[in-house]
């Protein structure tokens, strides 16, 4: 025999449903209504000659209180982090256009293997040189450009230095000094590139820089053209 929450007798048949219906909540996650059913069973099968401390009755009622309070809480923060993401994915489609920095210029360098990079010119080039770096800013390579239009522009390096001799696989950092149509200098790097468009995936907000695209979040600066 069995006794429901409200203190009915359950038949063999309610009794099977309610276990199967049970298995359905593996957690065994109780809830405020769970809560307050037992405390009402509780206080209709309390011994009439030793009725329950009401101190406990305002303690348990204080408990539910409290499981009310998390509970709204936890719906209240959820619907607010919605809120934000959201807010952030406007945020993305407002920086289309704009120039942003992800706060590196590194390239890898893999045995056997070329290492393509782009770098961003805001303006016409007349000519330049894209730069090798080692970590210690020694310049490596010097690969000269000629006249590039504005824009995004793809580069390849077959790993060697200067003297043609293969350098060992690892990180070295690229940028470019160049000369303007205006005959001023400038210079770019690898980095630096105009946010081109924004996707959203699985709950992320992605800019597209260049060819690629990058998580938003790792975006270190962004500034107007």
Do not use: C, H
């Amino acid at each position: 025999m069995a006794i429901d929450a409200y203190g009915n007798t359950l038949s063999s048949t309610a009794t099977t449903a309610t276990t199967s219906s049970s298995t359905t909540n593996p957690n065994s996650v109780l809830g405020k209504d769970d809560f307050l059913k037992l405390l009402l069973l509780e206080l209709k099968y309390q011994d009439p000659t030793a009725p329950m401390d009401s101190e406990k009755i305002l303690s348990q009622t204080s408990q539910l209180a409290t499981l009310e309070s998390a509970e709204n809480t936890n719906k209240a923060l959820a619907e607010l982090a919605a809120s934000l993401a959201s807010s952030a994915q406007y945020a993305g489609i407002a920086a289309i256009g704009k120039i942003a920095d992800t706060g590196s210029n590194a390239i890898t360098l893999t045995d056997g293997e070329t290492s393509d990079f782009e770098i961003y010119f805001p303006s016409d080039v007349t000519s330049g040189n894209v730069n090798i770096i080692d970590v210690n800013g020694k310049v490596l390579k010097t690969m000269p450009i000629g006249a590039t239009s504005s824009g995004v522009a793809q580069y390849s390096w077959d790993g060697t230095d200067d003297t043609g001799a293969k350098l060992k696989e690892g990180t070295y950092y690229a940028e470019s000094t160049y000369t303007k149509t205006d005959g001023t200098s400038a210079t770019s790097r690898v980095g630096l590139y105009p946010i081109e468009s924004i996707k959203f995936d699985s709950g992320k907000t992605y800019a597209k820089l260049g060819s690629s695209y990058i998580d938003f979040s790792t975006i270190k600066e962004i500034t107007a053209q």
